[in-house]
């Protein structure tokens, strides 16, 4: 965001307007995200309400989703990426915890859980029924059930371990 600054500023008197275009293009995409976001998280609870035979109310969940997002966004604004010195869990500021917590730990555990539940549950074979449909080969059916069971699951736990290693400060390797 700095240097587009500069190349709004280098566009002469129509950098203003492209820049405002620009940013008002990035709000709306950073609203829409979110509410992609949202929706995923209040639709697993109304389904789970419907799973227990009772009403899902998505007003309600989503203001609570909205709420605990809330929560978590002022705990990382408090702690002003970490120069206010509020409790840092792990040595992180909040920003870097929850980053770290995400995408360096539930991600690889997720793909992991995946890849288990692609290869050994799902099976390729319904996979592979799926893309066979309208007469389309799986060429590589054999290559993929077997990266699918072992060498995917086998690089998701090096990875998980690399991040815990780094998270934790283990000193696993190296």
Not at 4 to 33: K, N, W
Not at 75 to 102: E, R, T
Not at 141 to 168: E, N, R, W
Request: proline share 3%; aromatic share 14%; net charge negative.
């Amino acid at each position: 965001f700095v240097t587009l600054q500069d190349v709004f500023a280098a566009m002469g008197t129509l950098g203003p307007v492209f820049g405002l275009i620009f940013y008002i293009l990035v709000f709306i995409a950073a609203i829409t995200s979110a509410i992609s976001l949202v929706e995923v998280v209040t639709t697993f609870y109304i389904d789970k309400a419907h799973a227990k035979g009772q009403p899902g109310n998505r007003k309600k969940y989503t203001i609570l989703t909205c709420l605990a997002i809330l929560v978590l966004a002022l705990i990382v604004a408090a702690d002003g990426l970490g120069s206010n010195g509020l409790w840092q869990p792990l040595g992180y500021c909040w920003l870097d915890f929850m980053d770290l917590w995400s995408e360096g730990i539930m991600m690889p555990l997720g793909a992991l859980f995946m890849c288990i539940f692609i290869g050994y549950e799902y099976k390729v074979d319904t996979l592979a029924e799926e893309i066979e449909v309208n007469g389309n080969r799986f060429r590589t059916k054999g290559f993929y059930d077997f990266c699918i069971k072992f060498v995917a699951p086998i690089m998701m736990v090096m990875i998980l371990l690399g991040q815990l290693d780094t998270f934790f400060r283990l000193g696993l390797f190296g």
